[in-house]
Nanobody, 127 residues
Framework: QVQLVESGGGLVQSGGSLRLSCVASGFTLDAYGIGWFRQAPGKEREGVAYITSAGSTYYGDSVKGRFTISRDNSKKTVYLQMSSLKPEDTAVYYC?????????????????????WGQGTQVTVSS
């Protein structure tokens, strides 16, 4: 079955870096766009970044210039490199698969465009 498994979260000081991984199984990763989202306690889920099957990338305004999304189809993995981390980046981070025919919505990094989600990984940034 379709599975997305995130890893790489943890505790980091403000200004530090982390790299999250999203490993896909049960489908051909090459054919799908993948997005990263985050949700902090008491807040709505926020779109962070999106990478199309062809490798085009899109970012939320709050992370532009600090986060980089990439993919390695041979490893069935999508990455989120996070740099210059701030306490407000603290959240559970999720990866999700863009649904077929939803590329426009996925490029807006809107949750409605995504059909399968991972279980999330916690990122905590201390001040």
């Amino acid at each position: 079955q379709v599975q997305l498994v995130e890893s790489g979260g943890g505790l980091v000081q403000s200004g530090g870096s982390l790299r999250l991984s999203c490993v896909a199984s049960g489908f051909t990763l090459d054919a799908y766009g993948i997005g990263w989202f985050r949700q902090a306690p008491g807040k709505e889920r926020e779109g962070v970044a999106y990478i199309t099957s062809a490798g085009s990338t899109y970012y939320g305004d709050s992370v532009k210039g600090r986060f980089t999304i990439s993919r390695d189809n041979s490893k069935k993995t999508v990455y989120l490199q996070m740099s210059s981390l701030k306490p407000e980046d603290t959240a559970v981070y999720y990866c999700a698969r863009c649904s077929v025919g939803s590329n426009s919505r996925c490029a807006l990094i809107a949750a409605a465009g995504y059909g399968f989600w991972g279980q999330g990984t916690q990122v905590t940034v201390s001040s």
